[in-house]
């Protein structure tokens, strides 16, 4: 209990040297001292705020243009966006317009080729028929060629059988008496060269008049060339082979009484 209580008061004196050191010092400090010593902190600390200040500054004028300039980016970048979303915007709608528009053509050559095609295919079939009658009816030539090739043939060996032959009177096919027989005749001889040619003739022109009176056949007239020359061959042919009659052979054909 007394070492315990002996380290208390040496403690205690301790202290009290320290604080008597303490007033000692205070007691030499001049009040000016004092004074210049806190001007000086507060010099120093207004230079700092200062400096902060000043930092805090050029920090807020780099953030406000960092905005600015973001903001101006950001604008122009949202402009560009815009005037890319209408130029796209445009392109998409010409472009459908185009696809629709070809679409359009597209179907429109599709139903011509469509009613082309039908044309054509009818108009061949018509051309078919029309080839079949022109085969038929260039058969029907070629045979009655053939028989008038034998006719002719016939002609000259029946000619050649019985000699010239004499014409005799043409009966008439009216009630007659026997006065007036003589000076009458219904019709008079038309040899057979005469009835090709005629015949030949009246078929060529009414060949023309069809074709005349059927502008819109247009195939006709390549159909009807053919036959007038094939018709017109033929007469030469008989006029070749038969000459014509003279204006005597034809009187001959007459009754006596009406050769004058």
């Known amino acids: 209990m007394r ?20 007033e000692d010092l205070v007691a030499q ?22 400096k902060e200040f000043d930092r805090h500054k050029l920090l807020y004028e780099a953030g406000t243009f960092l905005k600015e300039e973001w903001s101006k980016k950001v604008k122009e970048m949202e402009d560009e ?11 998409l709608k ?22 082309l095609y039908v044309d054509v295919n009818n108009q061949m079939k ?26 002719k043939q016939n002609i000259r060996v029946t000619q050649e059988l019985f000699g010239p032959v004499n014409p005799g009177v043409v009966v008439s096919r009216t009630n007659l008496s026997t006065e007036k027989l003589a000076n009458h005749i219904e019709e008079p001889y038309r040899p057979c060269e005469t009835e090709v040619a005629t015949a030949v003739q009246r078929v060529n022109q009414e060949m023309d008049q069809m074709v005349r009176e059927l502008p819109l056949a247009k195939h006709l007239p390549g159909l009807v060339a053919p036959i007038k020359e094939l018709g017109e061959k033929v007469s030469e ?9 003279t204006t005597q052979d034809f009187l001959n054909t007459l009754p006596p009484k009406q050769r004058d």
Not at 31 to 50: A, P, R, Y
Not at 144 to 151: A, F, G, I, S, V
């Open 126 to 151: 018509i051309e078919e028929k029309q080839a079949a009658k022109q085969d038929d009816f260039i058969q029907l030539v070629e045979e009655t060629q053939k028989e008038l090739d034998d006719l």
């Open 237 to 245: 042919m008989m006029l070749k082979e038969f000459p014509a009659k």
């Open 29 to 50: 400090v001049d009040m000016e001292d004092i004074l210049d010593i806190q001007m000086k902190i507060m010099d120093e600390l207004s230079t700092m705020i200062q």
């Open 3 to 22: 070492e315990g209580g002996g380290k208390e008061e040496t403690t205690d004196t301790v202290n009290c040297e320290v604080d008597d050191e303490i």
């Open 94 to 115: 010409w472009n459908y317009q185009q696809m629709d528009w070809k679409v359009h053509k597209f179907r429109g050559n599709i139903r011509e080729v469509l009613s």
């Open 81 to 91: 966006v815009e005037m890319a979303r209408k130029l796209l915007l445009r392109t």
